[in-house]
């Protein structure tokens, strides 16, 4: 078992992928390069976070999300929230083709769903590159 966690595709990289017994990533994007080169059966495992960290709430913290909040309008709305780097290595691309799929399937979810995308940009075209 080889596991591509990010970073160059090297010669190594491939050579690895190629020949190990089961190989697998842990993004859509980068599972859908290397079959792109030809390397097959890739599989994917998305990373667990461990929320707890997030689950340590002051009044800061209150008040920054209810800012949030009312600043983009999800006050009552469901939110499904993709967090990571703005980089193409993340997969955001997915995520926003995702919320198209769902909301052309079914139009009524757009008044009760809200995708956001948060973290910092790292690519220097990262968020023009999400501008599909």
Do not use: C, W
């Not at 390397?39 to 209810?66: C, H, K, Q, W």
């Not at 909040?69 to 703005?86: E, P």
């Amino acid at each position: 078992m080889y596991h591509f966690h990010g970073g160059p595709i090297t010669k190594g990289v491939r050579y690895l992928m190629e020949e190990a017994d089961s190989s697998e990533t842990d993004s859509q994007a980068y599972k859908d390069i290397f079959e792109n080169l030809g390397i097959r059966n890739v599989g994917m495992t998305a990373p667990v976070t461990d929320l707890s960290y997030f689950m340590r709430e002051s009044r800061e913290d209150r008040e920054a999300v209810s800012q949030l909040v009312a600043k983009y309008g999800l006050h009552g709305r469901k939110i499904i929230l993709h967090s990571g780097r703005i980089s193409a290595r993340k997969g955001q691309e997915h995520t926003i083709r995702a919320a198209a799929e769902l909301f052309r399937t079914d139009p009524a979810l757009k008044e009760e769903v809200s995708f956001v995308i948060l973290g910092p940009e790292r690519d220097s075209n990262g968020f023009e590159r999400l501008k599909l």
